[in-house]
């Protein structure tokens, strides 16, 4: 059965670079159809999708955060990382990793789903 | 902002059916195909409910389903349960993922 975890501090100062990692255990990152993403919740807010990445290193982000954002993937350890720099009390959320499923036909998307989802890890951002 | 829309709060009894609803970038089946839903209780990490529009995970109770009407997709939980009692997200994608804001449910 595959597993998510989420790694990192959960206290992270103003202006300085949020750093979490995504361990995939029960299955491999390498060689599949999947993207795996990262989405993050405010406290007692609604979904905000950060970005995902495919095995290939094959990348695309929000557009609200791609200029703040860089996930990368290392897949011989079976992981994949989320950083976003220069970050503010607006940060401060609860920070998801996901299989993320997208099935193309041609160039077209024909559908996206995540699943399964780890457990997610908060990050606050404060002094 | 969202640009799918969904109800704050919907509530039902047990053993009622509800409906939560999903408006925004649904202008045709190949869209529709491109819709998800989320369970998350309180503290928990949001759950697949129904992808590519009313396709049911393994193991989610058949209580669940999706549909679409016009412009607006729909996730109905028939049979409502106290277990039910959480929140709905949907999502959808235009070039980008999206979630909709998300719909209580409360089960009375």
């Known amino acids: 059965q595959l597993q998510l975890q989420e790694s990192g501090p959960g206290l992270v100062n103003p202006s300085e670079t949020l750093s979490l990692t995504c361990i995939v255990s029960?299955?491999?990152?390498?060689?599949?159809?999947?993207?795996w993403g990262w989405i993050r919740q405010p406290p007692g807010k609604g979904l905000e999708w950060i970005g995902s990445i495919y095995d290939s290193g094959s990348t695309y982000y929000n557009p609200s955060l791609k200029s703040r954002v860089t996930i990368s993937v290392d897949t011989s350890k079976n992981q994949f990382s989320l950083k976003l720099n220069s970050v503010t009390a607006a940060d401060t959320a609860m920070y998801y990793c996901a299989r993320h499923a997208v099935w193309v036909r041609g160039v077209t998307i024909t559908g996206t789903w995540f699943d399964p989802w780890g457990q997610g890890t908060l990050v606050t951002v404060s002094s | 902002q969202s640009a799918l829309t969904q109800p704050a709060s919907v509530s039902g009894s047990p053993g009622q059916s509800i409906t939560i609803s999903c408006t925004g970038t649904i202008s045709d089946v190949e869209s529709y195909n491109l819709i998800s839903w989320y369970q998350q209780h309180p503290g928990k990490a949001p759950k697949l409910m129904i992808y590519e529009g009313s396709k049911r995970p393994s193991g989610v109770s058949n209580r669940f389903s999706g549909s679409k009407s016009g412009n607006t997709a729909s996730l109905t939980i028939s049979g409502l349960q106290a277990e039910d009692e959480a929140d709905y997200y949907c999502?959808?994608?235009?070039?980008?993922?999206?979630f909709g804001g998300g719909t209580k449910v409360t089960v009375l």
């Open positions: 999502s959808s994608y235009a070039g980008i993922v999206l």
């Open positions: 029960g299955g491999s990152i390498r060689n599949t159809r999947y993207y």
